[in-house]
């Protein structure tokens, strides 16, 4: 499982630790149906809300980089919890952020970089805790062939879109258009009015998204336009943008109205247009549909005519109405039979494939990956090679080869819904082995002592295997296609059906004791601590980590392994969740109250060596098995 699908799983437990569910299920809910918010900045408020928001921003990579004050999520984590939330909420009474630093991020291998805003820590708590209440609001209201930078979607369900209108629907033309500088120029009062638009109508949400937007750049100045790529709230801020034009092309053709209703709705509740089409196609309209991730779209055409039609008019609906621009250069296009459409590192086109039962000739999609992609895998492992071949320690060299394997596990899964994927890593494999044959000559081995679970699991029948530094190395050139599947559409964040989908609810865990955790934090401790007790004892499947007895309110302790009196931290390794009493054994130094505890307890050999190896970290003596 990939990295990101286990962050999207992690923030729906997130969200059961802190019983925001159901708000957001509501908010998705009602959204559905049109309704109108007007007081949103209560619900962004909420302490609730505001824990949720840490929580998930310290699950963020990114949050452990610094802002124009040097703060990080390390520092936030010192905040007791009272401090830290009346802070946000008096922040949200007269927001008023602070400057964004800009950084200069490598753009490919093309040596342009692109500009990077990073708000700081407490602005980007600030923009999480207005996403986890705008995003199911939005959710409700984006089109289902939007996938970039949304909950439970993917490349994989963008590729599986266009697959199906090239090969299936037949539809050989596709309008490639790039917008010029998409994120430098989105006009900041045609987001606002788009928002409104959407129902999110709290004046006060809108005034602060507003200066939000207009924060000073450090060393740069005050935007007019644009929304900054690295905010937290930036990526869903442009999906509302261009959620416009989704739904615009789709009005092209799709929702046409005709004058009987052709659409049937089939057992697993989806709607089906086939006869509705089938009567447009008679007419002189333009059949169109539109693939989009984030700001990278394709419209799939008929024919020729259509495809120049829909060009045009693309163009100038997206100057007109929201005053961005293409680049005519990278924006053309493609008869799908002779050229390839080149989206998201991916080539794609038809070739012919014999011929169908009518004897019409038959096409299937032949897909690659992108020579500029090639090229980037290509130097990037080169990186990753380099670092493994002369490590200062052996601890550094392991941990070298082990960032190389995660690289190549990555661009496979990321791949490998390309047709002819196997092909594309065959020919990089071979620049690859040149570069390990130069630098390691004769100490790639064949045999060695780490075998990592996950490279057996994947690569086990490959032949390519190899070890560097007694690890194995990930055969770069072994990699087998994967058809890309559609999004179920039952899968959903905000909805307790499409959850189920997802993931497993906490069923082992009594949900109301961590409600009562959740909802009591220990007075004089950190955000991070009173947040770490909440995935303490869901991991603990609410028993003691010592006895294994559930353990009750008020007879319960979450413990420093190492205790702050010698520099013990609140991170979740150093803290352990036991009932009161083993709590207390851990610390008694008096004989008889020792005994008192372990006749209480009667623990055995194994629990009670786990009780040893607590108080030596803790300063005590052995307790004599």
């Known amino acids: ?72 999520i390390f520092d936030l984590a010192k905040w007791q919890d009272e401090n830290l939330i009346n802070h946000v909420k008096k922040k949200l ?48 209201k984006f089109h289902e062939r939007s996938n970039g930078f949304r909950p439970n979607r993917s490349t994989e369900h963008a590729l599986a879109q266009c697959y199906k209108y090239m090969q299936v629907n037949k539809l050989h033309y596709v309008v490639d258009i790039d917008i010029k500088g998409f994120f430098d120029n989105v006009n900041h009062g045609k987001l606002l009015k788009q928002l409104w638009y959407l129902g999110i109508r709290d004046k006060k949400l809108i005034s ?10 450090a060393s740069i100045g005050f935007p007019t336009k644009g929304t900054p790529q690295g905010g937290i709230i930036s990526p869903l801020l442009s999906n509302v943008v261009l959620n416009e034009l989704d739904w615009w092309i789709t009005s092209q ?23 509705k089409y089938r009567a447009l196609r008679r007419t002189n309209l333009k059949e169109c549909y539109i693939v989009r991730y984030a700001d990278d779209f394709r419209i799939f055409c008929r024919n020729h005519n259509d495809a120049k039609r829909m060009f045009v008019a693309t ?33 794609m086109k038809l070739h012919e494939n014999g011929k169908d039962a009518k004897g019409n000739k038959r096409f299937t999609v032949k897909s690659h990956i992108s020579d500029k992609a090639k090229k980037r895998i290509k130097s990037k492992t080169k990186e990753h090679i380099k670092k493994i071949q002369n490590p200062s320690t052996r601890a550094k060299g392991y941990e070298a080869v ?24 065959s020919t990089i494999a071979f620049s690859v082995k040149k570069s390990f044959g130069a630098r390691f000559k004769n100490n790639l081995k064949r045999e060695g002592k780490h075998l990592l679970p996950v490279i057996k699991e994947r690569y086990g029948a490959s032949s390519q295997i190899r070890y560097v530094h007694n690890t194995v190395i990930a055969p770069i050139g072994f990699v087998q296609h994967k058809n890309p599947m559609f999004k179920l559409l039952i899968i959903n964040k905000y909805t307790a059906e499409g959850r189920e989908k997802i993931h497993k609810k906490l069923q082992k865990v009594d949900m109301d004791i961590l409600f009562y955790l959740m909802r009591n934090p220990v007075k004089g401790q950190t955000i991070e601590y009173n947040d770490n007790r909440l995935s303490l004892y869901s991991a603990q499947q609410g028993n003691c980590a010592i006895t294994k007895q559930p353990l009750k309110i008020g007879h319960m302790h979450c ?34 109250t020792i005994n008192k505890y372990l006749e209480v307890l009667k623990l055995d050999v194994k629990q009670m060596k786990k009780v040893n190896r607590l108080r030596i970290l803790a300063k005590r003596e052995e307790l004599i098995l």
Request: aromatic share 10%; glycine share 4%.
């Open 1 to 72: 499982m990939t990295t990101k699908r286990v962050q999207k799983k992690q923030k729906l437990r997130n969200a059961e630790y802190y019983d925001l569910q159901l708000i957001q299920d509501k908010l998705y809910d009602q959204s559905k149906k049109n309704i109108v918010f007007n007081n949103l900045i209560e619900l962004i408020a909420n302490e609730e809300n505001i824990k949720l928001a840490y929580r998930n921003l310290k699950k963020n990579s990114g949050s452990k980089t610094a802002g124009v004050d040097n703060k990080t």
């Open 315 to 347: 163009t100038k609906w997206l100057k007109d109405r929201l005053g961005l621009d293409i680049s005519p250069d990278k924006s053309k296009i493609v008869n799908l039979k002779k050229e390839y459409s080149e989206f998201l590192g991916f080539r």
């Open 93 to 140: 009474t007269w927001y008023q952020p602070q400057a964004i630093k800009r950084v200069e991020i490598p753009k490919g291998d093309s040596g342009k970089t692109r500009p990077l805003g990073i708000p700081t820590i407490v602005d980007r708590l600030i923009q999480q805790c207005i996403l986890q209440v705008l995003e199911p609001i939005c959710e409700a």
């Open 402 to 425: 082990v960032n190389y394997n995660a690289y190549v596990l990555g661009i496979h899964f990321y791949y490998r819904y390309a047709t002819h994927v196997s092909n594309d890593f």
């Open 253 to 275: 053709w799709e929702d046409i109205p005709t004058e009987h209703n052709y659409l049937k709705i089939r057992k697993n509740l989806k709607v089906d247009k086939g006869d």
């Open 208 to 217: 602060i998204l507003s200066v939000m937007l207009k924060a000073e750049v």
């Open 559 to 592: 413990h420093h392994k190492i205790p702050r009196e010698f520099d013990g931290l609140d991170i979740y390794k150093n803290l352990i969740f036991l009932n009161d009493v083993v709590h207390k054994l851990i610390h008694a130094i008096r004989e008889e």
